[in-house]
T-cell receptor
Framework: AQSVSQHNHHVILSEAASLELGCNYS??????LFWYVQYPGQHLQLLLK??????LVKGIKGFEAEFIKSKFSFNLRKPSVQWSDTAEYFC??????????FGRGTSLIVHP | GAGVSQSPSNKVTEKGKDVELRCDPI?????LYWYRQSLGQGLEFLIY????????KSGLPSDRFSAERTGGSVSTLTIQRTQQEDSAVYLC??????????????FGPGTRLTVL
């Protein structure tokens, strides 16, 4: 069975600070990895995804994530956050089936 | 339409009543998922439809939950004899038209269910 762990449940930053949200997964085979974001009052939407190839994936709004297979990790990063990045962030893993498993989410608050 | 729509957006019901939640996915997206999101929790998978194949019901928490998808499009999630622990946001997602596992899931706005 696959599982996902997001280490940070709540993160509070000031604008221009750097961001790294942790995501570790458990699955023995090939995986597809996702980060989804839910802005206040909006739908969940895809931020970025990894399926194969370059382990450093770039997404929308300056976000990136690095797949480190040896560490079973897919951490999300942004060098300089903005107030508009305030949102809930979800990591998801999909291995061996069409059904992804989502982490519990990280609530990010960015103070202007 | 351009995106996944769900109705109602909010539903308040009394314990023991039945409820129906509706999802209208993106035209041509053959895969459809239902999830449940409780406060402070991640998304809990409920059921998955792919084309004309038998749905994967492995995530349904009890036999009070059921879902159907008519004509490969609109889906209805039914909860019978609702309990207070059923209170959550129910999300529907459609997966891209090519059918590959790597296709992005497009989420609807959700239905917030409150069971009194």
């Amino acid at each position: 069975a696959q599982s996902v762990s997001q280490h940070n449940h709540h993160v509070i930053l000031s604008e221009a600070a750097s961001l790294e949200l942790g995501c570790n997964y458990s699955y023995g085979g090939t995986v597809n990895l996702f980060w989804y974001v839910q802005y206040p009052g909006q739908h969940l939407q895809l931020l970025l995804k990894y399926f194969s190839g370059d382990p450093l994936v770039k997404g929308i709004k300056g976000f990136e994530a690095e797949f480190i297979k040896s560490k079973f990790s897919f951490n999300l990063r942004k060098p300089s956050v903005q107030w508009s990045d305030t949102a809930e962030y979800f990591c998801a893993v999909q291995g061996g089936s069409y059904i992804p498993t989502f982490g519990r989410g990280t609530s990010l608050i960015v103070h202007p | 339409g351009a995106g996944v729509s769900q109705s109602p957006s909010n539903k308040v019901t009394e314990k023991g009543k039945d409820v129906e939640l509706r999802c209208d996915p993106i035209s041509g997206h053959t895969a459809l998922y239902w999830y449940r999101q409780s406060l402070g929790q991640g998304l809990e998978f409920l059921i998955y439809f792919q084309g004309n194949s038998a749905p994967d019901k492995s995530g349904l928490p009890s036999d009070r939950f059921s879902a159907e998808r008519t004509g490969g499009s609109v889906s209805t999630l039914t909860i019978q004899r609702t309990q207070q622990e059923d209170s959550a946001v129910y999300l529907c997602a459609a997966r891209g038209a090519s059918g590959g596992a790597e296709d992005t899931q497009y989420f609807g706005p959700g239905t917030r269910l409150t069971v009194l």
